[in-house]
T-cell receptor, first 114, second 116 residues
Framework: SQQGEEDPQALSIQEGENATMNCSYK?????LQWYRQNSGRGLVHLIL?????REKHSGRLRVTLDTSKKSSSLLITASRAADTASYFC??????????????FGQGTTLQVKP | EAQVTQNPRYLITVTGKKLTVTCSQN?????MSWYRQDPGLGLRQIYY???????DKGDVPEGYKVSRKEKRNFPLILESPSPNQTSLYFC???????????????FGPGTRLLVL
């Protein structure tokens, strides 16, 4: 099963609204990474949050991490049509036998309508 | 400019004809990895490399080979491609902290492969 699972799978909002995406994971982590992908293109890194951090901001992005619940959320405030993309969370597997493995969730497809 | 490059970007081939997709990074990253992306299945890791001459299997390694003879290059080899390897492939690289933890992945633009 997936280490990272995003929720919802798809989200459609109006420009100016906020978008929240959630990611759950199963094992212990050192960090959790969020990426964005425009259709058919490569993934672009958005934010990395470490396991000892609870919240991180970057421009209109806010990421939270709750290690007790094994979950993270990505909030995009004041969304724009250009934010339309798929968003993925990814977690490096923690543990010496699996170091180097990175598990991606299935992603949330965000559509921002003008 | 820091980047990961992949070639070719698009490839149509036939079953059984060996092919290689190249990947190169200019950031002196220790870690490199290959992923495939399929509708409904997300990104799945094929192989990864923690350093030169060190490679390991990801979640879906069957039908693929890799090599890491130089730090900057990490080619993906399909010895005998089959139609179920039709997919969008991404190469990525990152640095590894002294603790062994992976940091931010930098992705290439992708290679779209069609195996007939």
């Amino acid at each position: 099963s997936q280490q990272g699972e995003e929720d919802p799978q798809a989200l459609s909002i109006q420009e100016g609204e906020n978008a929240t995406m959630n990611c759950s994971y199963k094992t212990s982590i050192n960090n959790l990474q969020w990426y964005r992908q425009n259709s058919g293109r490569g993934l672009v890194h958005l934010i990395l949050i470490r396991s000892n951090e609870r919240e991180k901001h970057s421009g209109r992005l806010r990421v939270t991490l709750d290690t007790s619940k094994k979950s993270s959320s990505l909030l995009i405030t004041a969304s724009r049509a250009a934010d339309t993309a798929s968003y993925f969370c990814a977690t490096p597997i923690h543990g010496s036998s699996n170091t180097g493995k990175l598990i991606f969730g299935q992603g949330t497809t965000l559509q921002v309508k003008p | 400019e820091a980047q990961v490059t992949q070639n070719p970007r698009y490839l149509i081939t036939v079953t059984g004809k060996k092919l290689t997709v190249t990947c190169s990074q200019n950031m002196n990253h220790e870690y490199m990895s290959w992923y495939r992306q399929d509708p409904g299945l997300g990104l799945r890791q094929i192989y990864y490399s923690m350093n030169v001459e060190v490679t390991d299997k990801g979640d879906v390694p069957e039908g693929y080979k890799v090599s890491r003879k130089e730090k900057r290059n990490f080619p993906l080899i399909l010895e005998s491609p089959s139609p179920n390897q039709t997919s969008l492939y991404f190469c990525a690289s990152s640095r590894i902290l002294k603790t062994g933890i992976l940091e931010t992945q930098y992705f290439g633009p992708g290679t779209r492969l069609l195996v007939l």
